[in-house]
């Protein structure tokens, strides 16, 4: 019975593999525009998460001691927002210095712990190499945050199109299953 629902909402499934490939290649198309339609996307679940944060702080005040940390957690979002709506460019680059300080400062110490143990595990140095893999990476989104940027936009849009592809394929055979399994119920016994 769950394939033929299944089977029977198949244009459901089609429909959301076509947006999930009209949404890749707009990333690939317009990277810019993407790249601020995520940022944007961010600062509205930031500024909405703020706005529930605040309002579940001021509900739990006489319940919980500190409360007053999750008003605070909720301006926060209410901020980060606010600022992604006023500066969607600063706030994408502002979130790429994030990943690229993660990229360093992991890396550095991936490389110290490599260090530590190269006479632990045999062939440390492949420890070491992908650590310094880390650091390039961070180096690089910190020299070309445009390039870095729009890369983790390819990468998104490369996503969409190939899960698009892969759900409307799928969709298809779904919907190639509801004509065959209406046949086989439409045979007498």
Known sequence: MMAADLARSWCLLALRGVVGIL????????PR????????IF??????????????????????????????????????GVLSFVSPVITALVLLSCIAAWAIITGAFEIAAALRLRTLIANEWLL??????????????????????????????????????LTLVRSFRLGGMRNTSGRQAARPA
């Not at 525009?33 to 944007?40: D, G, R, S």
């Not at 605040?54 to 739990?60: D, H, K, L, N, S």
């Not at 190499?129 to 998104?156: H, N, Q, R, Y």
């Open 43 to 80: 600062g509205a679940d930031a500024l909405v998460d703020g706005v529930f944060a605040v309002g579940a702080g001021i509900g739990m005040s006489r319940l919980v001691d500190r409360w007053w940390l999750l008003i605070l957690e909720g301006l926060a979002g209410i901020i980060l």
């Open 128 to 165: 070491i190499v992908s650590d310094i893999v880390s650091l390039l990476f961070g180096t690089l989104l910190i020299v070309f945050p445009e390039s870095g940027a729009l890369s983790v936009v390819w990468l998104i849009g490369s996503y969409a199109l190939l899960f698009g592809i």
């Open 23 to 30: 949404f890749g290649i707009g990333a690939f198309v317009w």
């Open 33 to 40: 525009a993407t790249l601020t339609a995520l940022v944007i």
